[in-house]
């Protein structure tokens, strides 16, 4: 599809489907890669994405649809912490307290790597320009008000999301 | 080129951490940069190299060199 208006800087256009916190940040990682290139940049969030929108990010790893996960441990001496621990399914998504504790092993794994927080890649985003725009239609199925979401939300439905994306150079789902 | 000495305006290091960072910092330096001038970035996220190349591509601002020290990598941009 042509663009619109042929001068337009290039544009990326996101969909954030989900709100777990390793599927959190290929969409903020993607959008503030691309506003740093001084593409026009927006994420619409939808469906477990929406979350992502709430002031206080509490993004969990989830074992669940993952099956090949394997888990590395953030301490101890280098040849331990390059171990690939495989987490079979059946064992971790029954384990209480097991979110929490993936979790919070990534967090501090991401943190010793250099890896920005989920927080601040949002807050590089939007420092950036990046349009963040909620899904109505979820809000509504899931009882979210557009007040309970960081101010520069947008709020947006789908025909938003496709006459954003019509004029994308590239167009994501995640 | 590489024989030619270069002297930057302003210098960013960004040592440790991976990306977006390295481009994303490099987009906010070169905001207080005047046209010209010159950036000169080091980086040890091993995809900083392509990924610099892309963003001077990108922007337009001009990479003027790219190379490797040990396990740091120093690129010097210049503003367009």
Known sequence: MAKSNPNAPKRLALIASKGTLDWAYPPFILATAAASMGWETGIFFTFYGLTLLKPEVTALVSPLGNPAMPMKMPFGPEAFQNISWNMPNLLTSNAPGFENLATSLMKQTFKNKGVASLEELRDLALELNVRLIGCQMTMDVFGFKKDEFIPQAEIGGAATFLEYAADADVQLFV | ?80
Do not use: H
């Open chain 2, 1 to 80: 080129m590489n024989d030619l000495i270069l002297k930057e305006d302003v210098l960013l290091d960004c040592t440790g951490l991976l990306c977006p960072w390295p481009i994303a910092k490099t987009t906010q330096a070169m905001k207080t940069l005047e046209s010209g001038q010159i950036l000169k970035l080091i980086a040890t996220d091993a995809g900083s190299p392509p990924d610099i190349a892309a963003w001077s591509r990108q922007t337009g601002n001009e990479l003027l060199r790219s190379s490797e020290e040990g396990e740091k990598f120093i690129f010097f941009l210049r503003k367009a």
